[in-house]
Structures are given as C-alpha cells and as structure tokens.
T-cell receptor, first 110, second 113 residues
Framework: NAGVTQTPKFRVLKTGQSMTLLCAQD?????MYWYRQDPGMGLRLIHY???????AKGEVPDGYNVSRLKKQNFLLGLESAAPSQTSVYFC?????????FGSGTRLTVV | QQQVKQSPQSLIVQKGGISIINCAYE??????FPWYQQFPGKGPALLIA?????SEKKEGRFTISFNKSAKQFSLHIMDSQPGDSATYFC????????????FGAGTRLAVHP
C-alpha cells in the first residue's frame, strides 16, 4: 500500500527554469492538496482539487499551476522558478478527516 | 493572517516528562482540529484529532484538550520518550471547506534521555 507518492524527492533549478512535481495516490481519495513548508511558517496551501478535472487556489498560489487530469494524480507546475520558491513541497490526499501526506520534494532554486 | 497560532516554537523535555503544545484559533467556524507529527525527511502523519463536541480525547500517551470558549486546544504527551522527538503541527478546518487544513507554524520537540 503505497499511499501518496511524490516525485522527484530532490531538485535544484536555476532561476527561470520550469518543472513539474508529480503526486500520485492509490487510495481513491477525492481531495488532493499541494502545500509548501518553510521554517517557522508551518504548511501553507498552494492549490487543491476536490475531484478529477477540478482545481482551486489556496493561500499562496502565485507562481504555481496545477492539473488533475486523472483522479489519482495531481501535478504542480512552476513555469518560471524564483529563489522565493525554494521550499519543501508536500502533496496530500483525503476523503474525510485526516490527510495522508507524501514524503515531500525538496526544491532549491538558485 | 495567521488563523492558527501555535506555541512554543521549540520545546525541550526530559524523558518521562510531560510535553505540552498549545494552539489558538480565530475562526469559530472551525470544527475539526487535528495534530500531526513529522519526523525529519518525512511527511506529516496524523497523530490525533478532536471535534468541538468533546473537551478531551486521549489515545495512548497523547491527549488533546479543547477549550471552545477560549478558542484554544492543546496536545499533551505523557511520559515523553526520545522517540517522540519530532515537529508537531496543529491544524484546523471548517465544514464545507473541502477539508482544507490551516496549519500552525509547528513546534520542534526534543526529548532528552
């Protein structure tokens, strides 16, 4: 039972480059979320999805785009990376109640 | 706008002691209050959760105390162990909000042997 799988685990980008973070869940959960974690700031919601084909903005959506073409996958894209996007990114899924988180992607933008 | 305020930022406890982490919230519409535990290099994992119809919930050594009138809730870890050393996050969500969680800033707990 894999739960929530995130790829890649680590990535270094140059300013202006683009990339996509992949999140896959095998629990048939309707809801999926992307959070970023920064020291002293907890986890902040970037975007979320309440079902296949739907996405919505969270607390800090600027500079990010998302897609949920399949129920099990939720993609987070950075079109033009900036140093301010250096962070640890977590994907989570839920049906009701508690989240199941992935193990995170540590992204550094230089 | 910090809707969930968590304190302290860090905590050192001796083995066998009680660890207490506090959270305060602003939005009275919140109706679900979970605590998450995170070890280095891992994602947060649900530890225990409470809804406002009860004032306390206990699971093993972990207890949530909830004070609806004060808009506060806390996590108590009894008989703290070195293996409890982790970062703890409180969170809150409201009904009809697609289960979106608002997290506190986190508390780094170190339990010394």
């Amino acid at each position: 039972n894999a739960g929530v799988t995130q790829t890649p685990k680590f990535r270094v980008l140059k300013t202006g480059q683009s990339m996509t973070l992949l999140c896959a869940q095998d629990m048939n959960h309707e809801y999926m979320y992307w959070y970023r974690q920064d020291p002293g700031m907890g986890l902040r919601l970037i975007h979320y999805s309440v079902g296949e084909g739907t996405t919505a903005k969270g607390e800090v959506p600027d500079g990010y785009n998302v897609s949920r073409l399949k129920k099990q996958n939720f993609l987070l894209g950075l079109e033009s990376a900036a140093p301010s996007q250096t962070s640890v990114y977590f994907c989570a899924s839920s049906q009701q109640g508690g989240y199941t988180f992935g193990s995170g992607t540590r992204l550094t933008v230089v | 706008q910090q809707q969930v305020k968590q304190s302290p930022q860090s905590l050192i406890v001796q083995k066998g002691g009680i660890s207490i982490i506090n959270c305060a919230y602003e939005n009275t519409a919140f109706d679900y209050f979970p605590w998450y535990q995170q070890f280095p290099g891992k994602g947060p994992a649900l530890l225990i959760a409470i809804r406002p119809d009860v004032s306390e919930k206990k699971e093993g050594r972990f207890t949530i105390s909830f004070n609806k009138s004060a808009k506060q809730f806390s996590l108590h870890i009894m008989d703290s162990q070195p293996g409890d050393s982790a970062t703890y996050f409180c969170a809150a969500s409201k009904p009809g909000g697609y289960n979106k969680l608002i997290f506190g800033a986190g508390t780094r707990l170190a339990v010394h042997p």
